[in-house]
């Protein structure tokens, strides 16, 4: 098994995640706020670590590609997703929003180096639809605004972007030392949001200290360098199709915790939606399908 195989689930449960903790910990505290606590937490973890193993630090110019993405990975993204969850956007429709980034680093990637195959691009329509079956139910609306539609377009663009911007400018770095310098980046523009926009009160309660502690240690830091793992592995268009993934887990899991109804239409979304990321993925084919195909 590659790399990839290897990690791509783990990474797929841990990244899920994302959306359960939202529901925990924003009733106790603003977006901006949680973000910035969550990036120095990390920062807590990560810098004595790098500085005990004394990890090599990038130089010059990359510095500031790893900055850039950094500010895209997790202060757009994240800052998108949660501000928009914050303002009244239902979870479920913003995981649908964010199943539409692969199709959109596909399409810029084609426009810039990487190709993308007829077979890849079937792939990505089923993954959508997919993801699009999955929600169908869980959707609704109530209070969806202006401002929290374009946050999560925005987080979905932000992601997107710094997908391909990792992968052009900065594919290869320390991934101890990177992700220092990429939190950095993210809590100061945190700061700043949440200086200007919000009243930094947090309520200390249960469900908002297990949230927070997960944000930190299995997302931030575990999540995101299987991330970086995976995206230098393989291609960009490979690596984002994985994100089809995210919302029919998080169906799983909201099932789970939460007694979610999980229909037949949900089901059928997830096979779908595994399919789309097969095709995409699936470099070659065993023997009995090539000979299958063959034939017809």
């Given amino acids: 098994m590659t790399i990839t195989q290897w990690f791509a689930p783990i990474f797929i449960v841990i990244w899920s995640t994302g959306f359960i903790i939202a529901r925990y910990g924003m009733p106790y505290s603003e977006p901006m706020t949680f973000l910035a606590i969550r990036f120095a937490g990390v920062l807590l973890c990560m810098i004595p670590v790098v500085l005990w193993l004394k990890a090599p630090w990038p130089r010059g110019k990359q510095i500031w590609h790893i900055a850039i993405a950094g ?3 997790q202060f757009g993204y994240l800052g998108g997703v949660w501000a928009a969850v914050k303002q009244g956007m ?5 995981a649908l929003i964010i199943g539409l980034q692969p199709i959109l680093t596909a399409v810029f990637a084609s426009l810039v180096a990487e190709r993308v195959t007829p077979r890849q691009w079937l792939g990505l329509l089923l993954g959508l639809t997919g993801v699009a079956l999955v929600l169908y139910a869980k959707l609704h609306i109530d209070g969806l605004s202006l401002v929290s539609t374009l946050l999560a377009f925005g987080a979905m663009l932000s992601i997107t972007f710094g997908t391909l911007y990792q992968k052009r400018y900065c594919p290869s770095f320390d991934l101890r030392t990177g992700s220092v310098i990429q939190f950095s980046i993210s809590l100061v523009l945190s700061v700043i949001m949440m200086l200007l926009f919000e009243t930094r ?5 249960t469900p908002m200290i297990g949230a927070m502690l997960w944000g930190i240690l299995p997302i931030s830091i575990g999540a995101m360098s299987l991330w970086f793992i995976l995206l230098r592995k393989g291609d960009a268009t490979k690596v984002s199709s994985m ?4 919302p029919p887990s998080t169906a799983l899991m909201a099932w789970i915790l939460f007694d979610e109804i999980l229909t037949p239409l949900i089901l059928l979304g997830i096979l779908i939606t595994m ?3 097969l095709l995409v993925n699936q470099t070659t084919w065993p023997a009995w399908v090539k000979q ?3 034939r017809t």
């Fill in 71 to 73: 500010a895209l990975f």
């Fill in 90 to 94: 239902p979870a479920g429709l913003a």
């Fill in 201 to 205: 009160e947090v309520q200390w309660t």
């Fill in 243 to 246: 994100m089809y993934l995210v």
């Fill in 275 to 277: 399919l789309g990321v």
């Fill in 292 to 294: 299958r195909i063959s």
